[in-house]
T-cell receptor, first 114, second 112 residues
């Protein structure tokens, strides 16, 4: 089966600019996750969707980060304005549902904020 | 919230020897513990997982053990090979809480 698709793979921006990432989960997967992985650390959940509803966004910096999952399939994560500390890999993952199902990760988008 | 600690942060073993990575978790209600392998520049991939109703699970050269009383779980890799070199992450998910909390990772290097 096709995996989780993410784009772009790399993005370099200057601080205070805006950036958006896109994710297409595995077909049929109801749950979608966005993680931030800072170099040398484990992935940290930013937001979790169940279909097109938000289940958990407790660690999303809502003053600058936003995410949506229109129609319950694709999702976009936006940062506006970006800060230097936002430099990280942004990973998207999906699972059939939240309960007892494996999370499959995309290849990620590496963001560098200069 | 859940806190997961992982040790060691780096581990070097001779090819053919065994490697053990340990994690502890704080939420006694956690019931699902996956291990992910991440090669440089690539996506994390699930290699093995265990649920709280099981004490041990094995898949070829990889095994995971869980001690619910002590709230720790470990990854064991036997007969290590160069392709085992990667960063390994443990994670825990609490009951009724869909969120996975990851450890900080262990960089495993297999010395030929």
């Amino acid at each position: 089966e096709a995996g989780v698709a993410q784009s772009p793979r790399y993005k370099i921006i200057e601080k205070r600019q805006s950036v958006a990432f896109w994710c297409n989960p595995i077909s049929g997967h109801a749950t979608l996750y966005w993680y931030q992985q800072i170099l040398g650390q484990g992935p940290k959940l930013l937001i979790q969707f169940q279909n097109n509803g938000v289940v958990d966004d407790s660690q999303l910096p809502k003053d600058r980060f936003s995410a949506e999952r229109l129609k319950g399939v694709d999702s976009t994560l936006k940062i506006q304005p970006a800060k230097l500390e936002d430099s990280a890999v942004y990973l998207c993952a999906s699972s059939l549902s939240w309960d007892g199902n494996i999370q499959y990760f995309g290849a990620g988008t590496r963001l560098s904020v200069l | 919230g859940e806190n997961v600690e992982q040790h060691p942060s780096t581990l070097s073993v001779q090819e053919g020897d065994s490697a053990v990575i340990k994690c502890t978790y704080s939420d006694s209600a956690s019931n699902y513990f996956p291990w992910y392998k991440q090669e440089l520049g690539k996506r994390p991939q699930l290699i093995i997982d265990i649920r709280s109703n099981v004490g041990e699970k094995k898949d070829q050269r990889i095994a995971v053990t869980l001690n619910k009383t002590a709230k720790h779980f470990s990854l064991h890799i036997t007969e290590t090979q160069p392709e085992d070199s990667a960063v390994y992450f443990c994670a825990a998910r609490g009951f009724g809480n869909e969120k996975l909390t990851f450890g900080t990772g262990t960089r495993l290097t297999i010395i030929p």
